[in-house]
């Protein structure tokens, strides 16, 4: 636990507890006071109530729609698997805007929903909750997935032979050992959506806000530090609880379980009941992940002498971006990806340890661990971009001009991904593997070489995937700290959208379009990585 623990005190906590305290801190003195005020104020408590429901409902929703592909990515074999796998993850590493933007195209004015039958669902509950499942349905399938592809399925079956039926054998054998692992992504999706920004910016328009919102403009418009402080605390205080709530339910389900290869249990769809869910779950796929990516490729090749790449030529040049940068736009892909390597080193290696030390029997003190590791998965990332800023600004953490800063600000996000893939895959080792290991001469270290690294090998690998994924397209922090001559393509495309002019956006949805492309492809090699029959990574 020390490595996790020093890493988060000195890059969240410090740097987070450093701005707050400058906002409720003035001339020496605290000013406790402002926050009754900010939490008496009838706006705030509609933008809390606002928060909490649509976080909600965006997770029910998202895993009922998820789950069905989760099953599908697990047990069913079919051409293309791989493909489809990385592609459904692309959603998720894109900036908000950029997405927001594609659904605004697709169900606003104008729209697809417009033109077909004049329906229009922007400034919407609607289409935030949808925005939010495109977001969030790769965090379902993989974190899911990953568990139900490695479930022995002859326990289902020996429970049909005693004589259950197909859903009493699902509920009673593996729904129970799929709870912890469903708990995780549905922990993951709801603090994503309690903390949505550019989907509520671009979609809600200004009748909805969620907390991050409200923080973001304290913060960068009105420059009300105090109000902002108050709000980031209402919003650390309702994370601590569900996450508490999280830990208090799970730990109560978790247990070993029988993992396999998951090449022993993917099979060809049989009858006509799996071929309809499969084809169900590839429409989805189509509709709701395909389609909004379509449209930023498509945006991509129209320019205005038609159809072609004129606006990825502009982005080799430093004169075509309009002032908007110091280097060549396209330099922002070569960026991104140095980055995000070294901020995938730094997850793999700080949460694999806070994992492999949570799967220990622990008291309260290791349980509070997990919950501080979840915690800037729901901290606004205008606060840990700031709190940067200031906190890191003195030796010997003067890291202001440092290329580290961006790589350690995504590995922040990265840790929580890394954790809560990992955990119900280590606890689900038989720890008796492990005495037996012992007792036969191993030492620790190659006891959990070769019993534990076989079998959560792959899940290592979704982890390291899935933070390399985040790092390529975090946003929040990494615009308050990315050196003007090292931007990321994120930042990049934030700064285009941010100017007006045809070129300025089309080359947005260029680089938006590399970067969905960059995505698919890491993910699609990570896709071709395989287990041998014992299951050794």
């Not at 999280?246 to 060809?268: D, I």
């Amino acid at each position: 636990m020390a490595v996790p623990a020093a890493f988060f005190a000195l890059f969240f906590v410090y740097p987070v507890a450093a701005i707050v305290t400058r906002g409720l801190r003035v001339d020496g003195q605290w000013r406790l006071g402002r926050i009754g005020d900010v939490l008496t104020d009838p706006a705030v408590l509609d933008i809390l109530w606002f928060t909490g429901w649509q976080a909600a409902a965006s997770t029910v929703l998202t895993l009922a729609v998820a789950l069905p592909g989760a099953y599908v990515f697990a047990r069913f074999a079919f051409p293309g698997k791989r493909l489809l796998r990385a592609v459904v993850t692309v959603p998720f590493v894109l900036p908000t805007v950029v997405a927001g933007s594609a659904f605004l195209a697709l169900l606003g004015h104008g729209g697809l929903l417009d033109s077909l039958w004049g329906v229009r669902l922007d400034t919407s509950v609607w289409a935030i909750l949808l925005a939010h499942v495109f977001f969030n349905y790769a965090v379902v399938v993989r974190t899911v997935g990953g568990l139900w592809a490695q479930l022995d399925p002859r326990q289902e079956e020996a429970a049909r032979v005693l004589g259950a039926s197909r859903l009493a054998a699902w509920r009673r054998v593996t729904l129970p050992a799929l709870a912890p692992a469903v708990a995780a992504a549905a922990l993951m999706v709801f603090l994503f959506t309690f903390t949505s920004f550019g989907v509520i910016q671009i979609l809600g328009g200004p009748r909805y806000a969620t907390l991050e919102v409200a923080i973001y403009r304290e913060t960068a418009q009105l420059l009300d530090l105090p109000t902002a402080a108050v709000l980031t605390l209402v919003q650390f205080a309702a994370v601590a609880a569900v996450l508490a709530l999280h830990a208090w339910t799970v730990r109560r389900r978790e247990g070993a379980l029988k993992l396999v290869a998951p090449e022993q249990t993917a099979r060809r769809p049989q009858g006509a009941a799996q071929w309809a869910l499969l084809w169900g779950v590839l429409a989805v796929v189509a509709l709701l992940i395909l389609l909004p990516l379509a449209v930023l490729v498509e945006r991509s090749l129209d320019a205005p002498g038609g159809y072609g790449l004129d606006y990825y030529r502009a982005l080799q040049s430093v004169a075509d971006s309009g002032g908007t940068f110091f280097v060549a736009p396209m330099d922002a892909v070569w960026n991104s990806l140095r980055y995000a390597a070294v901020a995938t080193v730094f997850a793999v290696v700080v949460g694999g340890l806070a994992a492999a030390a949570l799967t220990r029997k622990a008291g309260r003190l290791v349980r509070g661990f997990d919950a501080l590791l979840m915690l800037p998965l729901g901290t606004s990332a205008v606060t840990v971009g700031f709190g940067f800023l200031i906190a890191l600004d003195e030796p010997p953490l003067d890291l202001r001009a440092s290329w580290i800063l961006v790589p350690l600000a995504q590995a922040l996000v990265g840790v929580p991904f890394v954790v809560r893939t990992m955990l119900p895959v280590l606890r689900a080792v038989d720890h008796r593997l492990r005495e037996a290991a012992a007792v036969l001469g191993a030492s620790p270290l190659r006891a959990w070489r070769e019993v534990d690294l076989p079998l959560v090998g792959r899940a290592l690998g979704v982890a390291a995937g899935f933070a390399f994924a985040v790092s390529l397209g975090e946003f929040g922090a990494t615009v308050f700290i990315a050196r003007p001559d090292h931007p990321t393509l994120p930042v990049a495309v934030a700064r285009f959208l941010g100017r007006a002019g045809q070129l300025n956006y089309g080359q947005a949805m260029a680089l938006s379009t590399i970067l969905m492309l960059v995505c698919a492809g890491s993910l699609l090699v990570l896709e071709r990585i395989r287990t041998d029959r014992s299951g050794e990574f």
